[in-house]
């Protein structure tokens, strides 16, 4: 049976995608799935991370595979994970290009994370749309949440409008996250009995559940 594939998709750039990405990925490795992050970013950002991880923790501790891939090879590299792993997590390019596309037409679930703010909602659609268009299921994240933030009606209203589920977990704009990954980490790893870390677990567990109904 294949894994499941996830990709993680935003065409705003600094939306904490990739940060997202490690996260996750750990916090299903931590749950006893077998996780394989594929990184078709040109940024690469994931890629170093992994680097890190292995230089500061050694390559038999790093609890998850990952492969940087672009252009043909992406759709072909995907299904050949998917193969040998529970989970396959894209992290894509910040842009409609055709790794992008390629990575979203491959998911079962794209997840798309999105701060609390206007021009973030209204730079969110483009990728809603490309989901749309490649008949892909999404779910928004709202990620970056600042301290004691809390939502106006009318940025609820705005979220609800377009017409795709919104996550229940919600992650904090917690310096944990950051530091974390600076160490080669993930946030279960780093303070496992954080707050970051129980919203990282609470949103892995929610992905899974939204996977598990549209079956």
Known sequence: MA???????????GAGKTTLAVHLALAWAASGLRVAVVDIDPQASLSTWFKLR???LGPGATAIAATGVSGWRVAGEVERQARAY???????????????????????????PVQPSPMDFWATKPTLELARAEKVPALLVLNRVPARANLTGAMLEAFQSLDVPLAQAQIGNRVALAAALNEGQGILEYEPSSTAADEIKA????????????R
């Open 86 to 112: 529970d989970i396959v997590l894209i992290d894509s390019p910040p842009h409609a290009e055709t790794e992008a596309r390629v990575a979203v037409r491959a998911g079962r679930l794209v997840v798309v």
């Open 54 to 56: 292995n230089e500061k």
């Open 3 to 13: 894994g499941i594939v996830i990709t993680i998709a935003q065409q705003k750039g």
């Open 203 to 214: 949103l892995a567990a929610e992905i899974l559940a939204v996977i598990a109904r549209g």
